[in-house]
């Protein structure tokens, strides 16, 4: 054998026993990357809703596709408490270089 054959299998074997995978092994079949909550597929387009009757004090938060394993599933729009001085930004998912990620509602002046 010559050497570099000796020092590929020697590498294999030493991954093997560490439990190192391949990249090919490494991925698992799925749209999305569960560490960074990236997704290749596009939301489906939002649904429309319509609130209830308006409630005083209260501001409506429209509903959104949230991502539950491989799946988009729709999480209904809510009533939430008014909080004088600010506005609801709602969720929504941003096309990045990676792919597709959630940016969460919050309040903002």
Same mark, same amino acid.
């Given at each position: 054998?010559?050497?570099?054959?000796?020092?590929?299998? =020697?590498?294999?074997?030493?991954?093997?026993?560490?439990?190192?995978?391949?990249?090919?092994?490494?991925?698992?079949?799925?749209?999305?990357?569960?560490?960074?909550?990236?997704?290749?597929? =596009?939301?489906?387009?939002?649904?429309?809703?319509?609130?209830?009757?308006?409630?005083?004090?209260?501001?409506?938060?429209?509903? /959104?596709?949230? =991502? =539950?394993?491989?799946?988009?599933?729709?999480?209904?729009?809510?009533?939430?408490?008014?909080?004088?001085? /600010?506005?609801?930004?709602?969720?929504?998912?941003?096309?990045?270089?990676?792919?597709?990620?959630?940016?969460?509602?919050?309040?903002?002046?």
């Amino acid at each position: 054998m010559t050497r570099p054959l000796i020092l590929a299998l =020697a590498t294999l074997a030493a991954g093997s026993a560490f439990g190192l995978v391949s990249p090919a092994q490494a991925h698992d079949g799925h749209r999305y990357d569960r560490d960074h909550g990236y997704r290749r597929d =596009a939301p489906p387009p939002p649904r429309y809703e319509a609130p209830r009757a308006a409630r005083r004090g209260q501001v409506w938060v429209p509903g /959104y596709w949230r =991502a =539950a394993g491989p799946r988009y599933v729709w999480q209904p729009g809510h009533w939430e408490r008014a909080r004088p001085g /600010y506005r609801y930004v709602p969720e929504r998912w941003v096309r990045g270089p990676h792919g597709w990620v959630m940016r969460p509602g919050h309040w903002v002046r």
